[in-house]
DNA sequence: CTATTTCGTCATGGCGGTTTACAAATTAGT
DNA sequence: ACTAATTTGTAAACCGCCATGACGAAATAG
């Protein structure tokens, strides 16, 4: 009699759904969105020999995703070679659309996003939202919202999901704020208060961000560190092309990271954190500046300038970022690291410091550094993208909304 | 013209075969084999009505497995509920069998453990490893491994695979050595040097610790730090219950994390690093021992007399640990951190001193801290386990083989 | 102008799970 | 005891999905 002693599912198969023909067909569908997507026009053929599946396969595939609206016949090819020319294919222009929105400190933010990747709609207002209670945050961003729908609708498209990037941590459900330190909000469900209609994703900007740069980025490692500092700071894992979420949702909490164990108290209940050494507000102090609008652009300018205080305090910061960072370099491996966000504008000043700490510290070749070349914009379209590869992963669940 | 903007592939889809029927059939086929192994013995039908197919589908799959000498037939179920009895079906107990072996500083370790995870045959070798050159640690780990094999043919069993766990670093490919400090092992290939046949797999000991924790332990959480001491301090991570490697295979180096980052130096070009307070040599100088055999029984026995100076030095241990955590923690989120290999022995009087050093330094509640049950067993048993979750995982791959 | 190559489609077939039906083996009820 | 109800395992017919092979269409090469 044989004991029950395989107690795991097998790994990746956490939710797998019975594997029937169906599901077979759903996951090719998804083949065929995603290789034309990231490929560009493509006949038939090609796509057949680059998912390994026949030529007759992929037709009914895309007969199918074609009737859905989902791919567009742009015509006969150009050939260069011999043969008949394929018909390219291209992922629909006129078909859903990924609508993201972010809350930031001081501005709102929202985009629509069509299949091929380009912004097709946009709506930002500068609005200081520091303190400011949900319900005319998001009543705001509901305006800007409908503004952003009405235009895309005008050129065809529909919303086939509302993500939503926020400055704080959100909880697994991917409705609630739990909380928003720089808006002082705690436990809120924006669900009641946001446009009804499309499925609704929350997330952390920095978590956005991370996927905005993975899906966007010039180069697109699928093992990377994604470091960004809008609030406090923050990391995002990126493990094989797929976010680690963490058991509450709460991974990548950077910020409070120990980074000289005995060092000044934190908010946090610690001592030494990243965050008093790196953080937006330590180092405007260090500095000798006050904490006021565009801090960013401030530190930038006076480094810029040469002043010799703002410069030791960006040093020191990456000095303390890069500590931090070979524990978390040591704990991954990653392929690199991305500095992402408002680190983004500052980097040539914290970049000296951070590589050479992080390089006296590891073996071995060190880790690569880089700076995001999406600046500011990441979370935004690392939100409307999330819906849109939500799209292209199973296309057949959203060709009946249409 | 749609540009290719979605670059990357699908996440999880990396190595995705081309999703044919064949394809479709040996996940079926897995799914078949974990729920009979995971829930001990079944009828057809309850695994039908567990995987989601009918029952006609699972007898064909149970009929293929049985060809294959995968599963065995017990006979008829005795019923406590009304209708027709099932059939219990059981993992094949005289099929293949994971060989596991242990390459240890001072001893070698070889066990074949069956389709029902059962330990079959087993042999163990005490001898000083240390700074041995491979050739004859390897020769007698051979032989250990020829007189297993023996033992297990002789029950019937055949190999389906080899796995070695090493105190040290392991490249990609799963068969060099990158570097293990204790052993003196620099860049050995360990392939031409073990019994060709089966399938070799070598991997870090910690890693296979942590999968030991994942597949036989006592709670098994599928997201988790598991932290061991055997050389240096390793971690492994476990992210929904798969083995984070890193992108050079490196990821889980918790030893080299810095804890004072103006401590003393470290071999590894750092400054206070985790290994330096909480290493083996760190502890034993700090409560005043000389290094040699059984250090950890050592260190357990006085510390259990009460010796202050020990304690006292474990205490700082865990104390650093506990600092070293904080930062695992908020960057990865775990469900529980667990504690194996040789610090399970002296975890008594570590982890008060590191639990509330990370109770302290997290806000909310602090992650959970336990203590592996398995003890120094973990390793020999996750090699083993690991080539029967391969067995499990793609059992068409292995039925040709008979 | 013909041979060659490649593309897209159609008809056929094989494979895999489902549906439906049914016999076998047990319990529950009278 | 005997019947009704329930559950299991299997067999036959069916449907969906991809593969195979053949064909016409549309280009290039000679």
Chains 1, 2 share one sequence.
Do not use: K
């Not at 030494?272 to 937006?280: I, R």
């Not at 010799?308 to 690291?337: C, F, K, M, W, Y």
């Amino acid at each position: 009699m044989s004991a029950p002693l395989h107690r795991t599912r097998p790994a990746g198969q956490g939710r797998a759904l019975p594997d029937t023909q169906q599901g077979m067909r759903r996951r090719n569908l998804s083949r065929v969105m995603h290789t034309v997507g990231a490929e560009g026009p493509l006949s038939r053929a090609a796509v057949a020999s680059r998912i390994g599946l026949t030529r007759a396969a992929v037709s009914t595939l895309v007969d199918e995703l074609i009737r859905s609206g989902l791919l567009e016949e742009l015509g006969p090819e150009r050939p260069g070679r011999v043969g008949r020319p394929g018909s390219a294919l291209a992922v629909s222009g006129n078909g859903p659309a990924g609508i993201g929105a972010e809350v930031g400190v001081d501005h709102l933010a929202v985009c629509a996003v069509d299949l091929r990747g380009r912004v097709r709609a946009r709506a930002v207002r500068h609005v200081p939202n520091r303190d400011r209670s949900p319900e005319p945050v998001l009543g705001e961003l509901t305006a800007l919202i409908h503004r952003v729908l009405a235009e895309a609708e005008g050129e065809g498209l529909w919303p086939a999901g509302l993500a939503v990037a926020v400055p704080g941590l959100v909880a697994r459900d991917a409705r609630t704020v739990v909380r928003a330190p720089n808006l002082g909000w705690l436990d809120t469900d924006l669900g009641g208060l946001l446009p009804p209609g499309p499925p609704l994703t929350v997330a952390n900007e920095a978590n956005f961000g991370a996927l905005a740069e993975l899906w966007l980025g010039e180069e697109t490692p699928r093992d990377f560190l994604h470091v960004s500092a809008e609030i406090g700071i923050g990391a995002a894992v990126v493990v094989d092309g797929r976010l680690l979420h963490g058991n509450r949702g709460f991974a990548g909490e950077l910020g409070h990271v120990p980074v000289w164990p005995d060092g000044p108290a934190c908010a946090c209940g610690g001592r030494g954190c990243l965050e008093q050494y790196a953080g937006e507000e330590a180092v405007l102090r260090a500095a000798g500046l006050e904490p006021g609008e565009d801090r960013v652009g401030l530190l930038a300018g006076r480094a810029e300038q040469g002043d010799a205080e703002v410069r030791r305090a960006l040093h020191d910061a990456g000095t303390a970022l890069g500590i931090a960072l070979t524990g978390a370099v040591n704990l991954l491996d990653p392929q690199s690291v991305v500095l992402g966000g408002a680190l983004s504008g500052v980097a040539p000043w914290l970049l000296p410091s951070l590589r050479s700490e992080l390089a006296r510290r590891t073996t071995g070749p060190a880790c690569p550094v880089t700076v995001s070349a999406l600046g500011p914009e990441g979370p935004l379209l690392g939100a409307a993208h999330s819906v849109v590869r939500g799209v292209l992963d199973d296309p057949a669940a959203v060709a009946g909304r249409v």
